[in-house]
């Protein structure tokens, strides 16, 4: 769960990703067994770090294909260096943080924060999930007053009566 406010969430409602599809197809894509949330700058800053040079690529395009290729793999290599092994380095200290009982019971878990973004302050929240890779559904939590308290993935860990996925299905 991420929290927004400290209000307790009243209500849930799905998190539409794509109001063109079904309900039963609003979840989200994981792969390598890791979720995250992210705004729509970190996004963008993401976006960014995985792309060359837009100036660059087009000049090396018109050299070869080899050149442009290789451009690709080094944002590519860059974006792994900067962000993935980022994350990973995050989530391992806090598991091993929380097998040590450093962090409270809500924190415990494979977990990171990353901020990718000095000039936005534009973060990531990634997490371990459930069953590992498969499309998991989020929901927001709005409190009494109709406000956006909380978000949160079902990965479908409980029994089919205790999956929020289920009861508002």
Known sequence: MLQVTQQ???RWELAILDPTRPVAYQCYGVDSGTGGFL?????????????????????ARQESVEAAWR??????ERFDQIYCDSVIEEME????????????YDRK????????????EANVVAFSSGWGDGGYASYWGYDSANNIACIV??????????????RLA
């Open 71 to 76: 451009l690709s793999s080094a944002a590519l």
């Open 109 to 120: 878990g494979s977990w990171a924060n990353l901020r990718v973004s000095d000039d936005t």
């Open 153 to 166: 993935t079902d990965f479908m860990l409980f029994d089919e009566d205790k999956s929020i996925t289920r």
């Open 93 to 104: 200290e806090n598991e091993a943080a929380a097998a040590n009982d450093v962090y409270p």
């Open 8 to 10: 307790k969430p009243v």
């Open 39 to 59: 705004d729509l700058d970190a996004a963008y800053v993401l976006e960014a770090l995985a792309q060359p040079d837009p100036v660059a690529y087009e000049a």
